[in-house]
């Protein structure tokens, strides 16, 4: 599986992105796909992620009510639309997808897309 991440900037607070995740590979395999962001000096997590087949969503609590997760799947693709974005949005996110345990549960990463949140 092959991750490619888009969509980060700088944007100013109380603003929106949307982050694009184009998924290629073996795409039967996905389980679960999903955003991390890692703030610099701190560790990587989880935003939010959604199973790729039926759509259930998980989010952080903090971005819980702005950030809305989506996938298109006829065009193998993740988004992460973020609203009101504030400086503690700050960090660089990374699409990731583990595939099904019957595939052996495998992580794979995107490169990270620098969001920049700030007057």
């Known amino acids: 599986v092959q991750l490619q991440a888009s969509g980060g900037g700088l944007v100013q607070p109380g603003g929106s992105l949307r982050l694009s995740c184009v998924a290629s590979?073996?795409?039967?395999?996905?389980?679960?796909v999903g955003w991390y962001r890692q703030a610099p000096g701190k560790q990587r997590e989880l935003v939010a992620n959604?199973?790729?087949?039926?759509?259930?969503?998980n989010y952080k609590p903090s971005v819980e009510g702005r950030f809305t997760i989506s996938r298109n799947i006829a065009g193998n693709t993740v988004y992460l639309q973020m609203n009101r974005l504030s400086p503690e949005d700050t960090a660089v996110y990374y699409c990731?997808?583990?595939?099904?345990?019957?595939?052996?549960?495998?992580?794979?990463w995107g490169q990270g897309t620098l969001v920049t949140v700030s007057s």
């Open positions: 990731h997808a583990q595939t099904s345990w019957i595939w052996g549960a495998k992580n794979y």
């Open positions: 590979g073996d795409i039967f395999a996905i389980d679960v």
């Open positions: 959604t199973t790729y087949s039926s759509g259930r969503t």
